[in-house]
T-cell receptor, first 114, second 110 residues
Framework: DGGITQSPKYLFRKEGQNVTLSCEQN?????MYWYRQDPGQGLRLIYY???????QKGDIAEGYSVSREKKESFPLTVTSAQKNPTAFYLC?????????????FGQGTRLTVV | QKEVEQNSGPLSVPEGAIASLNCTYS??????FFWYRQYSGKSPELIMS????GDKEDGRFTAQLNKASQYVSLLIRDSQPSDSATYLC??????????FGKGTRLHILP
């Protein structure tokens, strides 16, 4: 089955800990994205990557880091510098420039700070 | 900062009527435009994409794009209770950056 897989579905973090959220896609998409969604709010862009070994900050990158070492993987680390990390995190991918540009989402990871 | 604006609603529409959802965007260089549906607690699901001015129809859904007015809309005909959800407008620029509006909550009244 082609698609985008996020893991884990639920994640609990103690204050002061770094945690890494996984996002894997087998759609052969070039572009990948991370968004954060707070209750009753829209999606805010954290980071995005158009190609392997390259990524750009979105609107709320502070306290987060990413890597794009492989085309199919775009993990997001929520660092201890992120003061309010409790949220629903969504990963998406798309073909990128020149092709069908629709973005498709994984099922999301719900992160809670305890 | 590039922005995508939507009325947060809730928009209440009787079952069987037409629901009309609107969206404006600030970046004239935007290339692609999308409507997503999101049920509570779930991830967004793509409904429609539109790339050129005019209308695009897919079943009960019609997307409309007016680049001169920087305006995108979604019409849902014969609204069903299962259409009750939050509808997110999204805009993609030339750098592949995709920005979302805050969404419009749609409630179909049985």
């Amino acid at each position: 089955d082609g698609g985008i897989t996020q893991s884990p579905k639920y994640l609990f973090r103690k204050e002061g800990q770094n945690v890494t959220l996984s996002c894997e896609q087998n759609l052969n998409h070039d572009a990948m994205y991370w968004y954060r969604q707070d209750p009753g709010q829209g999606l805010r862009l954290i980071y995005y990557s158009q190609i392997v070994n390259d990524f750009q900050k979105g609107d709320i990158a502070e306290g987060y880091s990413v890597s794009r070492e492989k085309k199919e993987s775009f993990p997001l680390t929520v660092t201890s510098a992120q003061k309010n990390p409790t949220a629903f995190y969504l990963c998406a991918s798309s073909m990128g420039q020149g092709g069908n540009t629709e973005a498709f989402f994984g099922q999301g990871t719900r992160l809670t700070v305890v | 900062q590039k922005e995508v604006e939507q009325n947060s609603g809730p928009l209440s529409v009787p079952e069987g009527a037409i629901a009309s959802l609107n969206c404006t965007y600030s970046d004239r260089g935007s290339q692609s435009f999308f409507w997503y549906r999101q049920y509570s607690g779930k991830s967004p699901e793509l409904i429609m994409s539109i790339y050129s001015n005019g209308d695009k129809e897919d079943g009960r859904f019609t997307a409309q794009l007016n680049k001169a007015s920087q305006y995108v809309s979604l019409l849902i005909r014969d609204s069903q209770p299962s259409d009750s959800a939050t509808y997110l407008c999204a805009v993609k620029d030339r750098d592949d950056k995709i920005i979302f509006g805050k969404g419009t909550r749609l409630h179909i009244l049985p």
